[in-house]
């Protein structure tokens, strides 16, 4: 019946995106962003019924992907439109609040690669056509994800949804799956096969294979999940697999082939003679059929891959975008407030794409529903950008990515500097510091001399809390000033 009904839906859809075409062959401008609108809709109902299935066949992921995409660009051109006529408003806003530090024209947009220009409502054009091509092809795959197992019941909103999912990475999920429970032809060759992941500094790794470690089809195949870090690759005592390595998994009722499932998280250089030790070893103890993933920044473990290795990519700023704004207003629709909504444009694109500075300050955005609050986040990023390009050359989180210390700025307090010095995760299992970056930076909270704070705690898979090694200096010019006073 759930076939049957999706069919009929499908039809339905194929027959009204026909007619809005028959009707609309040349839209007026001021139309192409409600039709825009009206195909992101449609496409948003595709992707959101994908995301809390669990499709395993890899082209309906791929054309997933493609529309995903799409949807995403498609979204961020329109905001951009859209949101853009508040611009002169939020600049007024900024700028006659007599508290605020800098000027929102004193500094450019780091690192944004443009679309504001006169091009917008070329581009909404071709994205618009682009999705309805590509809804009209989704006939059939509309038809088939009502046969794939539903991961999540209930009616979530997505904001929620996205807080506790794997953002983006369905097709790289499912690509690891496939190869981790592909079982090799009789009379193929002896060995081990390997699985190489790569990509930068949290780009997201080990997220996506402790998500895959979890699957139940992972479970019911392997035996045991055996974790080596990169201070176990490097040990030269490790030669039977089992002493001193963390075994995070062990099947109750083991198969009867006791296969292993061995995943090595590289952190530093790649060293071809621990590889081939662990190889070696790996073959010699290992039972048939058990399998290696290792993880690295390093390009070179490519060549270690029995298959095409997986190279994972910080998102898209269309992506980073819809993540940002989903999780900034939550249930609250953003063309309500559409000032907050150009806003919040600018504030992620200060953030450089990163996973933990957007859960940092979409917390606080959300705690803090109000213009003038907005605005302050937005200079004191913008702030702090300037800061650190006019200083070091560089974006600040450039400088913590290698492990450098980076001067940010208190919103309460703008004659001082908050320093983070460094950046280390921990597990769940770890305890971590009671005080939140975002009370300090953007609170009242001072704490004194060298101190911990908790950046984020991340609710998905593997459960990683990110922490802060701080301190807090008084700027130079005001230390200089007070020294100038004294009698």
Not at 310 to 331: D, H, M, N, P, V
Not at 366 to 394: A, M, Q, T, Y
Not at 442 to 455: A, R
């Amino acid at each position: 019946m759930e076939i049957f009904l999706s069919a009929v839906l499908g039809e339905l859809i194929t027959r009204s995106i026909n007619f809005f075409i028959s009707k609309c062959p040349k839209q007026p401008a001021l139309d192409v962003d409600d039709h825009l609108q009206r195909v992101l809709l449609r496409a948003q109902v595709i992707i959101e019924e994908a995301m809390v299935r669990q499709i395993t066949n890899q082209s309906m992921l791929q054309q997933l992907d493609m529309l995903r995409d799409t949807m995403y660009r498609g979204c961020y051109l329109l905001d951009t439109f859209r949101f853009q006529s508040h611009k002169e408003d939020a600049k007024d806003q900024i700028v006659s609040h007599p508290s605020l530090l800098f000027k929102v024209n004193s500094v450019k947009d780091f690192y944004f690669p443009g679309g504001e220009g006169t091009q917008i409502l070329e581009e909404m054009l071709a994205v618009l056509d682009s999705l309805r091509s590509m809804i009209l092809d989704a006939n059939e795959l509309v038809v088939f994800l009502t046969s794939y197992t539903r991961m999540y019941r209930e009616p979530y909103s997505m904001h929620l949804l996205l807080g506790n999912c794997m953002f983006g990475r369905q097709m790289e999920a499912q690509h690891v799956i496939n190869f981790l429970l592909h079982t090799r032809p009789p009379g193929a060759a002896e060995g081990l096969e390997v699985l190489p992941i790569v990509g930068p500094f949290r780009v997201g790794k080990s997220t996506l294979v402790a998500h895959v470690c979890k699957d139940g089809r992972v479970h019911d195949y392997f035996s045991e999940i055996v974790f080596l870090s990169d201070h176990d690759f490097r040990d030269e005592n490790i030669t039977t697999l089992r002493e001193g390595c963390v075994m995070k998994y062990q099947n109750c009722v083991s198969n009867k082939d006791g296969r292993v499932l061995v995943v090595v998280e590289l952190a530093g250089d790649f060293s071809e003679g621990d590889w081939k030790r662990l190889y070696s070893a790996s073959k010699r103890y290992l039972p048939s059929g058990s399998k290696i993933i290792i993880t690295s920044r390093s390009d070179e473990i490519k060549k270690l891959g029995t298959t095409q290795a997986i190279t994972l990519k910080f998102l898209s700023c269309e992506a980073y975008w819809y993540y940002f704004r989903t999780l900034a207003f939550g249930s609250v629709d953003p063309e309500t407030y559409p000032k907050l909504a150009h806003l919040a444009m600018q504030i992620a694109r200060a953030l450089k794409r990163t996973f933990i500075g957007a859960n940092i300050t979409t917390c606080v955005l959300r705690d803090n529903f109000d213009i003038r609050f907005w605005c302050k986040v937005l200079v004191l990023l913008r702030g702090i950008i300037r800061k650190n390009v006019s200083r070091f050359g560089e974006h600040p989180l450039n400088r913590l990515d290698q492990n450098r210390s980076a001067h940010l700025g208190r919103m309460a307090t703008p004659s001082e500097d908050l320093v983070l010095c460094g950046l280390y995760q921990c597990s769940s299992q770890e305890e971590v510091p009671k005080i939140k970056m975002q009370d300090v930076m953007y609170g009242s909270v001072k704490p004194h001399g060298n101190f911990e704070v908790l950046g984020w705690k991340s609710p998905i898979l593997p459960y990683y809390s990110y922490v802060f090694t701080c301190e807090i200096q008084e700027l130079k010019s005001t230390a200089a000033k007070r020294k100038r006073s004294d009698p």
